[in-house]
């Protein structure tokens, strides 16, 4: 009784550690890692910030919006776009037959989805390439009807695709598992098609899981690089991708201008957490 | 045999739909470009594929691979082990701030990656005088690659280990500490073993990631052949220079590590179903 009332008063004083643990060691490991952060991630990513304000305003735009910079930004945000808009398609196809179908090899089939996790970037990059470029066995097919894929905007989507396909899927899979199936057995009971059961009841279920991992893949696909140069062609104001200029600027010793682009790409990037974060609370309330 | 189907499974046309194109999507995205790399390695026989792994170069970019990874992991363990210890069994203000600091690496784009640490220790960086005076070399060197590799695969270690430590909660640590048991004894023997099996999935995706990076590990290389050319970026120079077999024998390699991962992280899953699958 004392216990929980002293407890209280404690919890009322609010502490900085409100509860004086037992266990030992949380100077030491929170001093090992604040450390560590700071001088491996915090700091270099504050240089960033610091190199590209050494300019004045009117330089920061020039270098974060001219017409090269800008042609990059909207081939890189709008192939990840396409890109993570043709995984939440096939994503949710996937997720939905490795859950409820049988069918052979499916072990080696889910162990491949998360083969873009594993291999290289620029091994993917290569060979994406030569599959899609117009001799190559992809390439081939379209190649007679005119179209291009290797070495066009086409071809960034698809190694984009690859980059972020196992995100989609697999953060659909643990909801569809949990998807109560008397749910849908009740609205088939009540005379609803099965139409009607993917559509209002299934689907809005999936919503918040969907919507997560199609940012996800987005936001892995906005910064990609070892896929992309391999098949993008690297065309300026045509295929040229946002982080392909900071190498190219770093290259000629512009590192004011890379550092500006990198900036517009981080702020990119935490807009992107910060939406993911809003998505995972919101389905979070949504569960609750 | 009865023709009723469940209500709750698909008509057979709509099961052959989504297969058929789950099928396609897959082969054209994921397995053909598997094949693609073991058939343009092989395109001129076996020999000259192994020649192309074997001579000095390539050698040379797998040593300087294995190095970066036998550096990178054992940090990032290192620091996996006190973050998430430091982060699952104490309560402090702005812990999910804490947890977010250290996912951003993987919010930041490989090449942003190398950039902070050339303009941090480049000739031109905060640090570029002072190290070019002491004769140290980072960036379009070794500890630059190390230093970019870290921060790409950062996370990976202690996100897997929070979850799990977090869940196991802090009641065995606290008997043992009560029972007389030191810091370091406590960790070795209670927590430890019950984080096993996670600290190896972060440990083998980590691995995956050091010696897969390209992005980073350009920026900050300098493309020395011999010198700072690890595999990926071997792999880039031999297939710029048209020689295809090369690039895609040494792809091959990469490849095959892919594999032997997928296989690895696989069995772990079996062996303990929390961790959880699909984190990059």
Redesign the interface.
Same mark, same amino acid.
């Given at each position: 009784m004392t216990a929980t009332v002293t407890s209280e008063i404690v919890a009322a004083r609010r502490p900085?550690?409100?509860?004086r643990?037992?266990? &030992?060691?949380?100077a030491?490991?929170?001093g090992? !890692?604040l450390t560590?952060?700071s001088l491996?991630? =915090?700091?270099? =990513?504050a240089?960033?910030a610091l190199?590209a304000s050494e300019q004045t305003f009117p330089e920061f735009l020039h270098a974060a919006f001219n017409e090269r910079a800008l042609t990059a930004y909207r081939l890189s945000f709008g192939a990840a776009l396409i890109a993570a808009v043709i995984n939440g398609v096939?994503g949710v #196809?996937?997720a939905?037959?490795l859950v409820?179908?049988q069918?052979p090899f499916k072990?080696l089939?889910?162990?491949?989805?998360?083969? &873009?996790?594993?291999? &290289?970037?620029?091994?993917? /990059?290569?060979? #994406?390439a030569?599959?899609y470029a117009p001799n190559?066995?992809?390439g081939a097919l379209f190649a007679p009807a005119g179209i291009k894929i290797a070495y066009t905007p086409l071809g960034v989507v698809?190694a984009l !695709?690859?980059i972020g =396909?196992?995100?989609v899927?697999? !953060?659909l899979?643990?909801v569809m598992r949990d998807l109560a199936?008397d749910v849908?057995?009740a609205a088939?009971?009540l005379g609803a098609s099965?139409f009607d059961t993917i559509l209002r009841v299934i689907l809005p279920a999936l919503g918040p899981a969907w919507l997560t991992g199609i940012a996800l893949a987005f936001?892995?696909a906005?910064?990609?690089? /070892?896929s992309v140069i391999?098949i993008a062609g690297n065309m300026p104001y045509k295929s040229e991708i946002?982080? #392909?200029l900071?190498?190219i600027e770093?290259e000629q010793?512009d590192?004011a201008g890379?550092?500006t682009i990198?900036v517009v790409? #981080?702020a990119v990037?935490?807009l992107?957490?910060f939406v993911i974060?809003a998505i995972q609370a919101w389905a979070r309330r949504l569960g609750q | 045999m009865s023709r009723l189907r469940h209500?709750?499974e698909?008509?057979v046309w709509?099961?052959a739909i989504?297969?058929g194109?789950?099928g396609l @999507?897959?082969v054209?995205?994921?397995?053909?470009?598997?094949v693609?790399?073991f058939f343009?390695a092989l395109r001129k026989g076996l020999p000259a594929a192994l020649e192309s792994i074997q001579n000095e170069d390539a050698r040379a970019a797998i040593k300087l691979t294995l190095i970066t990874a036998a550096i990178t992991v054992p940090f990032n363990v290192?620091?996996g082990?006190?973050?998430s210890?430091?982060?699952a069994?104490?309560?402090?203000?702005l812990k999910p701030f804490?947890i977010? %600091?250290?996912d %951003?690496?993987f919010?930041?784009?490989?090449?942003?990656a190398g950039?902070?640490?050339? %303009?941090?220790f480049?000739a031109? +960086?905060?640090f570029g005088p002072w190290l070019l005076d002491h004769d140290i070399k980072i960036i379009f060197a070794i500890p630059g690659i190390v230093?970019a590799t870290? @921060?790409v695969t950062?996370p990976f270690v202690a996100r897997e280990l929070i979850p799990l430590m977090q869940e196991q909660g802090?009641d065995e640590?606290?008997a043992a500490?009560?029972m007389g048991a030191?810091?370091l004894r406590?960790?070795w023997s209670v927590t430890a073993p019950n984080v096993r099996w996670g600290l190896l999935y972060g440990v083998l995706?980590c691995n995956?990631r050091a010696?897969?990076?390209? +992005?980073a590990v350009?920026?900050v290389s300098g493309h020395i052949r011999g010198l700072t050319n690890t595999?990926?970026?071997h792999?880039?120079i031999l297939?710029n220079e048209y020689d295809?077999v090369g690039?895609?024998a040494v792809?091959g390699l990469?490849?095959f590590?892919?594999?032997v991962?997928?296989?690895l992280?696989?069995l772990l899953e079996l062996v303990q179903p929390q961790s959880?699958? +699909?984190?990059?």
């Amino acid at each position: 009784m004392t216990a929980t009332v002293t407890s209280e008063i404690v919890a009322a004083r609010r502490p900085l550690v409100r509860r004086r643990s037992a266990i &030992p060691g949380f100077a030491v490991t929170m001093g090992v !890692t604040l450390t560590i952060l700071s001088l491996i991630v =915090l700091i270099p =990513l504050a240089a960033v910030a610091l190199k590209a304000s050494e300019q004045t305003f009117p330089e920061f735009l020039h270098a974060a919006f001219n017409e090269r910079a800008l042609t990059a930004y909207r081939l890189s945000f709008g192939a990840a776009l396409i890109a993570a808009v043709i995984n939440g398609v096939f994503g949710v #196809l996937t997720a939905w037959a490795l859950v409820r179908y049988q069918f052979p090899f499916k072990s080696l089939v889910n162990g491949i989805i998360d083969l &873009p996790f594993a291999l &290289p970037t620029a091994v993917a /990059g290569i060979a #994406l390439a030569t599959l899609y470029a117009p001799n190559g066995w992809i390439g081939a097919l379209f190649a007679p009807a005119g179209i291009k894929i290797a070495y066009t905007p086409l071809g960034v989507v698809i190694a984009l !695709t690859f980059i972020g =396909l196992p995100f989609v899927v697999r !953060t659909l899979e643990p909801v569809m598992r949990d998807l109560a199936s008397d749910v849908e057995e009740a609205a088939a009971s009540l005379g609803a098609s099965r139409f009607d059961t993917i559509l209002r009841v299934i689907l809005p279920a999936l919503g918040p899981a969907w919507l997560t991992g199609i940012a996800l893949a987005f936001a892995r696909a906005v910064g990609e690089y /070892g896929s992309v140069i391999f098949i993008a062609g690297n065309m300026p104001y045509k295929s040229e991708i946002a982080p #392909l200029l900071i190498t190219i600027e770093l290259e000629q010793y512009d590192y004011a201008g890379a550092a500006t682009i990198a900036v517009v790409m #981080l702020a990119v990037s935490f807009l992107m957490l910060f939406v993911i974060n809003a998505i995972q609370a919101w389905a979070r309330r949504l569960g609750q | 045999m009865s023709r009723l189907r469940h209500p709750t499974e698909d008509p057979v046309w709509a099961k052959a739909i989504i297969l058929g194109l789950v099928g396609l @999507f897959l082969v054209g995205v994921l397995i053909l470009p598997m094949v693609t790399v073991f058939f343009e390695a092989l395109r001129k026989g076996l020999p000259a594929a192994l020649e192309s792994i074997q001579n000095e170069d390539a050698r040379a970019a797998i040593k300087l691979t294995l190095i970066t990874a036998a550096i990178t992991v054992p940090f990032n363990v290192v620091f996996g082990l006190c973050a998430s210890w430091a982060i699952a069994k104490y309560e402090f203000p702005l812990k999910p701030f804490l947890i977010t %600091l250290i996912d %951003l690496p993987f919010s930041v784009s490989p090449v942003v990656a190398g950039l902070i640490y050339v %303009l941090v220790f480049g000739a031109q +960086g905060w640090f570029g005088p002072w190290l070019l005076d002491h004769d140290i070399k980072i960036i379009f060197a070794i500890p630059g690659i190390v230093l970019a590799t870290i @921060f790409v695969t950062f996370p990976f270690v202690a996100r897997e280990l929070i979850p799990l430590m977090q869940e196991q909660g802090v009641d065995e640590e606290e008997a043992a500490v009560s029972m007389g048991a030191s810091g370091l004894r406590t960790f070795w023997s209670v927590t430890a073993p019950n984080v096993r099996w996670g600290l190896l999935y972060g440990v083998l995706l980590c691995n995956a990631r050091a010696m897969g990076e390209f +992005g980073a590990v350009s920026v900050v290389s300098g493309h020395i052949r011999g010198l700072t050319n690890t595999m990926p970026l071997h792999v880039e120079i031999l297939y710029n220079e048209y020689d295809f077999v090369g690039a895609f024998a040494v792809a091959g390699l990469l490849c095959f590590l892919a594999i032997v991962t997928l296989v690895l992280k696989a069995l772990l899953e079996l062996v303990q179903p929390q961790s959880r699958p +699909g984190r990059h």
